[in-house]
């Protein structure tokens, strides 16, 4: 089904999503993205066969009764695409930027259950016409795709908002049929954390809000009624390194999905990530778990809600000592940002006030401005140590680029002895007898790596040859896959 969908994309350019892998969603989806291509429309995409079947709309979606728009039927897009975001460069099918406008549920005479949308999806779409209920947040209420037999496009379509006045006990009824929707199985499962956009300059917008960023392991937290799972942004579990985390959250009664990030502070409240990187052995700071949003509550999948809307749920949950709301003010976001800069932090996060939660995507909804510059690198090899210092002299840095590694320059400052001692033992398991970056710097004294461990550093500026002036490192991070690492240049809002 997806033959058409990758056969026009370079993926080693572009961000979509491959197809390759699926993630089966518990109840039939559809999703709406504007796109601002050559010219803007709107995607519209419903699930059928574990795939996204899709058609183009000019002008967007209709919203009133009678209201009819052209919809050209295109390829099958991936389940994944729902939950993509992002900027197609130029050259590339598509090109332009994507966002989320609607997403949701559907259903078609009342049934959910997947296997028997499939066959009247099939039904619809060989007898040119399909009628279902949306469940959005824009979008609500009966619609039709009815295709245009004598239209000289053959895949042109026409999506109409139905004449039918919805009744009151159907209005009444959305919720719980959300409800039903979301509860063939109410366990918390594990989310693949929504990620921010890198943006240079701080702003002010009623529509936003503005959180600090901070500088610690990003936890999507499971809680069921005192069973609990702490798990990292590569779904990594963190219960035996932050296990007093893990007991707090185990006192809730309930279930919750919370996003969040782990920290340790020190005696000023400022967030250490030595201290939590060897939390575990030397119990260095004070720990706490920031929480930032709710994904999930008693049953009840919140990710189709606004932000404020979660938010606001959020904020009414009693939390522990050691689990914080993670501080949010609404529009004011340059000030904002100056108290973080002058209290030492390492930036904000700035979301839109209606966005949704988008799985495991960059997003423009989120964006990120940082108050140093700082970058995750992907350690490649290292020095010989010179003067009597033990382990190694630097870490050679690196970052991925269309599936090759690119090396970005040497870090030698920010270690102490205990750690040059022992991540030079882990280095020397993982020695390899040729460079993995596609462009080594040109020394004699260099030892090559398996390309397995990521780090943080900060650094002054990049060099006009690409390369990280006055790098000092600040920790590794066990939460973060080294092929994920890219370059990260700040965008436009």
Same mark, same amino acid.
């Given at each position: 089904?997806?033959?058409?969908?990758?056969?026009?994309?370079?993926?080693?350019?572009?961000?979509?999503?491959?197809?390759?892998?699926?993630?089966?969603?518990?109840?039939?989806?559809?999703?709406?993205?504007?796109?601002?291509?050559?010219?803007?429309?709107?995607?519209?995409?419903? !699930?059928?066969?574990?795939?996204?079947?899709?058609?183009?709309?000019?002008?967007?979606?209709?919203?009133?009764?009678?209201?009819?728009?052209?919809?050209?039927? &295109?390829?099958?897009?991936?389940?994944?695409?729902?939950?993509?975001?992002?900027?197609?460069?130029?050259?590339?099918?598509?090109?332009?930027?994507?966002?989320?406008?609607?997403?949701?549920?559907?259903?078609?005479?009342?049934?959910?259950?997947?296997?028997?949308?499939?066959? /009247?999806?099939?039904?619809?779409?060989?007898?040119?016409?399909?009628?279902?209920?949306?469940?959005?947040?824009?979008?609500?209420?009966?619609?039709?795709?009815?295709?245009?037999?004598?239209?000289?496009?053959?895949?042109?379509?026409?999506?109409?908002?139905?004449?039918?006045?919805?009744?009151?006990?159907?209005?009444?009824?959305?919720?719980?049929?959300?409800? /039903?929707?979301?509860?063939?199985?109410?366990?918390?499962?594990?989310?693949?954390?929504?990620?921010?956009?890198?943006?240079?300059?701080?702003?002010?917008?009623?529509?936003?809000?503005?959180?600090?960023?901070?500088?610690?392991?990003?936890?999507?937290?499971?809680?069921?009624?005192?069973?609990?799972?702490?798990?990292?942004?590569? /779904?990594?579990?963190?219960?035996?390194?932050?296990? !007093? *985390?893990?007991?707090?959250?185990?006192?809730?009664?309930?279930?919750?999905?919370?996003?969040?990030?782990?920290?340790?502070?020190?005696?000023?409240?400022?967030?250490?990530?030595?201290?939590?990187?060897?939390?575990?052995?030397?119990? #260095?700071?004070?720990?706490?778990?920031? &929480?930032?949003?709710?994904?999930?509550?008693?049953?009840?999948?919140?990710?189709?809600?606004?932000?404020?809307?979660?938010?606001?749920?959020?904020?009414? *949950?009693?939390?522990?000592?050691?689990?914080?709301?993670?501080?949010?003010?609404?529009?004011?976001?340059?000030?904002?940002?100056?108290?973080?800069?002058?209290?030492?932090?390492?930036?904000?996060?700035?979301?839109?006030?209606?966005?949704?939660?988008?799985?495991? %995507?960059?997003?423009?909804?989120?964006?990120?401005?940082?108050?140093?510059? #700082?970058?995750?690198?992907?350690?490649?090899?290292?020095?010989?140590?010179?003067?009597?210092?033990?382990?190694?002299?630097?870490?050679?840095?690196?970052?991925?680029?269309?599936?090759?590694?690119?090396?970005?320059?040497?870090?030698?400052?920010?270690?102490?002895?205990?750690?040059?001692?022992?991540?030079?033992?882990?280095?020397?398991?993982?020695?390899?007898?040729?460079?993995?970056?596609?462009?080594?710097? /040109?020394?004699?004294?260099?030892?090559?790596?398996?390309?397995?461990?990521?780090?943080? *550093?900060?650094?002054?500026?990049?060099?006009?040859?690409? %390369?990280?002036?006055?790098?000092?490192?600040?920790?590794?991070?066990?939460?973060?896959?080294?092929?994920? &690492?890219?370059?990260?240049?700040?965008?436009?809002?």
């Amino acid at each position: 089904m997806l033959k058409e969908y990758q056969k026009k994309r370079r993926f080693l350019e572009t961000p979509e999503p491959q197809g390759e892998e699926s993630h089966p969603t518990k109840a039939p989806i559809f999703v709406v993205q504007r796109h601002e291509a050559s010219h803007l429309h709107y995607d519209f995409r419903l !699930e059928s066969h574990n795939v996204l079947k899709s058609w183009a709309v000019p002008k967007g979606p209709p919203t009133a009764p009678r209201e009819r728009r052209l919809a050209m039927m &295109v390829e099958d897009h991936p389940l994944e695409y729902a939950n993509f975001e992002g900027s197609i460069p130029k050259g590339n099918y598509g090109a332009g930027n994507v966002e989320i406008w609607d997403k949701g549920n559907f259903d078609i005479d009342n049934f959910y259950d997947k296997k028997i949308i499939d066959k /009247k999806m099939d039904t619809g779409l060989n007898e040119g016409k399909i009628t279902f209920h949306l469940h959005g947040q824009k979008l609500n209420g009966e619609y039709a795709l009815v295709k245009l037999k004598k239209s000289k496009e053959k895949n042109a379509w026409l999506m109409i908002k139905s004449t039918k006045p919805e009744d009151k006990s159907e209005k009444q009824n959305i919720a719980e049929k959300e409800s /039903k929707i979301n509860k063939p199985d109410p366990k918390p499962e594990f989310v693949p954390p929504m990620m921010a956009t890198l943006i240079k300059e701080p702003f002010d917008d009623q529509n936003w809000f503005f959180e600090v960023k901070w500088d610690g392991y990003r936890t999507i937290a499971l809680v069921d009624n005192g069973e609990v799972i702490l798990y990292s942004r590569n /779904k990594k579990t963190f219960n035996k390194k932050f296990a !007093e *985390i893990a007991k707090s959250l185990s006192d809730l009664t309930g279930q919750f999905i919370f996003d969040g990030e782990i920290v340790a502070l020190d005696n000023n409240g400022v967030p250490i990530f030595q201290f939590l990187q060897n939390y575990e052995r030397f119990k #260095e700071g004070h720990l706490y778990y920031y &929480v930032f949003d709710l994904l999930f509550r008693d049953g009840l999948n919140l990710e189709n809600s606004p932000f404020d809307e979660r938010r606001h749920n959020l904020e009414n *949950i009693p939390l522990p000592s050691n689990i914080r709301l993670s501080a949010a003010i609404r529009k004011n976001g340059k000030n904002f940002f100056q108290e973080i800069r002058s209290k030492g932090l390492e930036g904000m996060v700035a979301k839109k006030a209606d966005s949704l939660y988008s799985p495991g %995507v960059r997003s423009k909804s989120w964006l990120k401005i940082k108050t140093d510059n #700082e970058q995750e690198a992907v350690i490649g090899g290292f020095t010989e140590p010179r003067g009597g210092r033990p382990g190694f002299g630097s870490l050679l840095l690196g970052v991925y680029s269309n599936n090759k590694l690119i090396y970005i320059g040497a870090v030698g400052a920010g270690f102490d002895d205990n750690f040059l001692r022992g991540f030079r033992i882990k280095l020397d398991k993982i020695r390899i007898d040729h460079s993995p970056f596609i462009n080594p710097p /040109k020394r004699s004294d260099l030892s090559f790596v398996e390309a397995k461990y990521v780090c943080m *550093i900060k650094f002054r500026e990049w060099t006009s040859e690409g %390369v990280v002036r006055q790098p000092v490192f600040l920790g590794i991070r066990e939460d973060k896959e080294p092929r994920e &690492v890219i370059k990260e240049r700040p965008e436009t809002r």
